[in-house]
């Protein structure tokens, strides 16, 4: 009972993975606006604006700030969480990445 308690307590005050605001995508080595290598052999022509293309999102929700890749945003506690799973009321936080071991 005691390792259960504390792993409640652990999982109440460990920050879910909450993205924080002003985040930016890490650069790429050697990004540069004309290479595409990373697309070699996919036809691109369709698409006009190259940020769509990288993959970088944005959260409507949280004042467009970046989300990374499997973040999504929590209504409930009003951030973006990477990893996010559920908010669980028994715990009274977000469930993400840096807490679902508890």
């Not at 290598?37 to 944005?58: A, E, N, Q, W, Y």
Request: proline share 7%.
């Amino acid at each position: 009972s005691i390792l259960a308690l504390s792993n409640l307590i652990m999982a109440q005050h460990t920050n879910p993975g909450a993205i924080p605001l002003g985040a930016r995508p890490l650069p790429l080595e050697g990004d540069n606006d004309d290479d595409l290598s990373l697309l070699d052999g996919i036809d691109v022509s369709h698409v006009t604006d190259k940020s769509r293309m990288r993959g970088v999102r944005r959260c409507r929700k949280c004042k467009n700030n970046y989300k990374p890749p499997r973040a999504h945003h929590d209504s409930v506690t009003g951030r973006c969480i990477s990893k996010f799973d559920h908010f669980c009321p028994w715990v009274g936080n977000a469930v993400g990445a840096l807490n679902h071991k508890f």
